[in-house]
Antibody, heavy 117, light 112 residues
Framework: QVQLVQSGAEVKKPGASVKVSCKVS????????MHWVRQAPGKGLEWMGG????????IYAQKFQGRVTMTEDTSTDTAYMELSSLRSEDTAVYYC??????????WGQGTLVTVSS | DIVMTQTPLSSPVTLGQPASISCRSS???????????LSWLQQRPGQPPRLLIY???NRFSGVPDRFSGSGAGTDFTLKISRVEAEDVGVYYC?????????FGQGTKVEIK
């Protein structure tokens, strides 16, 4: 069974950056593909990016190109998502989600990021 | 990008009665490997999403058999045979056939 534990809530000012972590247990990061999905208050799910095993690369949604960086530390089985140049519209719950056996099979508990001056 | 369109957006249901949600994709979800990567997620209030159905009709581990998925190509359906109180929430279809991954707008299932 995979467990994904994310870092705690963050409050940031416009223009700042945020880095959210997602610790994997039960499996190693090398055994799965990690994705990041966000959900603005009262809104639907929005895919930000994730690992494409066919190409061996991380793919970012065009909307976030240049502002988002997804990294992994295989020594601690922790994935990270860093979003820069924050604006109020980035206020959302950010989820990590895995492709282990199939797409989006396991999800973290979510991390609320609030962007406010 | 593949656009996923769900109907209805809201579904008031009587306990014990069936519910059905449709999802249509803007292009075929058949992958070059022959699989169709259409999944259904459930999001209960205040919870992260949870995988219910993958590759059109396969129930994920621990998912009750009152949930079923069907469809092909561009048209897909999630059915709940008898709605229970714990089924209240928002249901999303999502495709993993092509990057970027995309989601439907979500369908809110509530009890009448």
């Amino acid at each position: 069974q995979v467990q994904l534990v994310q870092s705690g809530a963050e409050v940031k000012k416009p223009g700042a950056s945020v880095k959210v972590s997602c610790k994997v247990s039960g499996y190693t990061l090398t055994e799965l593909s990690m994705h990041w999905v966000r959900q603005a208050p009262g809104k639907g799910l929005e895919w930000m990016g994730g690992f494409d095993p066919e190409d061996g690369e991380t793919i970012y949604a065009q909307k976030f190109q240049g502002r988002v960086t997804m990294t992994e530390d295989t020594s601690t089985d922790t994935a990270y998502m860093e979003l820069s140049s924050l604006r109020s519209e980035d206020t959302a719950v950010y989820y990590c989600a895995t492709d282990l056996w199939t797409s989006f099979d396991y999800w973290g508990q979510g991390t609320l990021v609030t962007v406010s001056s | 990008d593949i656009v996923m369109t769900q109907t209805p957006l809201s579904s008031p249901v009587t306990l014990g009665q069936p519910a059905s949600i449709s999802c249509r994709s803007s292009q075929s979800l058949v992958h070059s490997d022959g699989n169709t990567y259409l999944s259904w997620l459930q999001q209960r209030p205040g919870q992260p999403p949870r995988l219910l159905i993958y590759k059109i009709s396969n129930r994920f581990s621990g998912v009750p058999d009152r949930f079923s998925g069907s469809g092909a190509g561009t048209d897909f359906t999630l059915k709940i045979s008898r709605v229970e109180a714990e089924d209240v929430g928002v249901y999303y279809c999502t495709q993993a056939t092509q990057f970027p991954r995309t989601f439907g707008q979500g369908t809110k299932v509530e009890i009448k």
